[in-house]
């Protein structure tokens, strides 16, 4: 599977085409719309997700509740753009209309990517890359996303997540039952933490933000189980499924860092403590006593969880100023702005379940086949059996 993202915060859509998708899956735009307005949701969101009401339309490659193997297109309407239609229309504007759109944008923001954009594409109206940049686009993302975790879900594949920091609150190690016990306790959360107490410094945490002007930053965390063993390959670099997960993380808007299993910890901890002693039994075939590792070894999964955690800096757009330089005079100026979310981490980490989701699913169809459902499900069967009496 690959897949392409396109669009602009305030143009008229979001638009994702994922390739590769199995033929004869069950698909339903609710599949996808229930990930949207979890994305939509979580403590510290501005006034733009009042606006949008996040629903997708399939444009292509599914006929009848079912994929037929086609590329699949995907598109959400940007509610917002009734009221930018002039600024972000495609045909030249008249003198007239020019007049009346407002000033093009010469002060970058600290943070964003409108100076290194503006720089290297030759914009003088910086619009024309944070239109681009913004995280408006991840909603295109979990499009692809929503997608892949229906091909996981259909292979008995389960993704889900928590947030374990917000602006320096951490949560407690709160233990769960399962994946489902983890999906219905961060649910009915509005910073989707497992840690209630934590939950509501949070959420004080946000509030305090908000009314200074400012904006934090979290930790957020993806789990997965049922991966069978052996996805991704040791073989070669761009075949390491953990890589390959990395890189998508970072590529989610403000992301910073990325980290596997125990991550950065393993600094600081002798390796007997950190590599997970090897077990078989009957009934699960060989497992890992501990998960230090998050479910990877060799850029291959080992069948354990995969364990992911990333961490999100502050969204840059702030009410409260900062300084730059605005391109035309090359004066100094305070960069502030009239609409944010101050805390967008929660939204993140459904963003993240999400990017995780396709590159565990591609690993999945890369091992297994890729052309129909019935042929995959067959092979991962006989690849369980095979993997547990090895
Ligand atoms: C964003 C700025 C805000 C956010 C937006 C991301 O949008 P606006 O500039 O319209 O106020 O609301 O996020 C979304 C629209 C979304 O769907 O998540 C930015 O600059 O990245």
Redesign the pocket.
């Known amino acids: 599977m690959r897949y392409l993202t396109a669009g602009e915060?305030?143009g008229p859509q979001q638009t994702t085409i994922v390739e590769g998708v199995p033929a004869n899956m069950e698909l339903l735009e609710e599949d996808i719309n229930k990930e949207l307005r979890r994305?939509?949701g979580g403590y510290g969101?501005?006034?733009?997700?009042q606006?949008?009401k996040?629903k997708v339309q399939f444009l292509s490659g599914v006929r009848h509740g079912k994929t037929t193997g086609a590329p699949i297109t995907m598109v959400v309407e940007?509610n917002?753009f009734k009221s930018w239609e002039q600024i972000m229309g495609s045909e030249p504007l008249t003198e007239e209309e020019e007049k009346n759109v407002k000033r093009k944008i010469s002060r970058p923001r600290p943070g964003?990517a409108d100076l290194n954009g503006a720089i290297k594409y030759n914009h003088r109206d910086m619009r024309n890359v944070?239109e681009r940049?913004?995280?408006?686009?991840?909603?295109a993302r979990v499009c692809a996303g929503a997608l892949a975790k229906k091909v996981l879900q259909t292979f008995g594949i389960d993704v889900g997540g928590q947030v374990l920091e917000i602006g320096g609150i951490e949560a407690e190690d709160i233990e769960y039952k399962d994946i489902y016990d983890l999906k219905e306790r961060t649910e009915s959360s509005p910073v989707r933490c497992l840690d209630k107490s934590a939950e509501e410094k949070m959420m004080q945490a946000i509030d305090d933000a908000k009314q200074k002007g400012d904006s934090i930053g979290g930790v957020v965390q993806t789990v997965i189980t049922g991966v069978p063993v052996g996805m991704g390959s040791h073989v070669q670099y761009d075949r390491k499924l953990d890589s390959k997960i990395a890189g998508a993380v970072m590529s989610i808007?403000?992301f910073k860092g990325v980290e596997v299993g125990i991550g950065f910890d393993a600094a600081s901890i002798p390796g007997s403590q950190v590599h997970d002693e090897i077990a078989w039994d009957q009934d699960q075939g060989y497992y890992r006593k501990s998960n230090n590792l998050g479910g990877f070894e060799g850029g291959m999964t080992t069948g354990m969880p995969l364990v992911i955690q990333g961490v999100m800096k502050p969204?840059?757009?702030l009410y409260k100023p900062l300084q730059s330089v605005d391109i035309e005079s090359k004066e100094p100026f305070n960069a502030s702005?009239?609409?944010?979310?101050s805390c967008?981490v929660p939204?993140a980490s459904v963003v993240m379940e999400n990017v995780i989701a396709f590159e565990v699913a591609q690993g999945l169809l890369d091992m297994f086949g890729s052309d129909r459902v019935d042929a995959i499900q067959q092979n991962i069967t006989e690849h369980f059996k095979w993997a547990r009496e090895f």
């Open positions: 915060s305030h994305r939509q969101r501005g006034r733009r997700m606006i949008e996040d940007n917002d964003h944070l940049s913004s995280a408006r686009e991840t909603t808007n403000a969204i840059p757009t702005i009239e609409r944010s979310d967008a939204a």
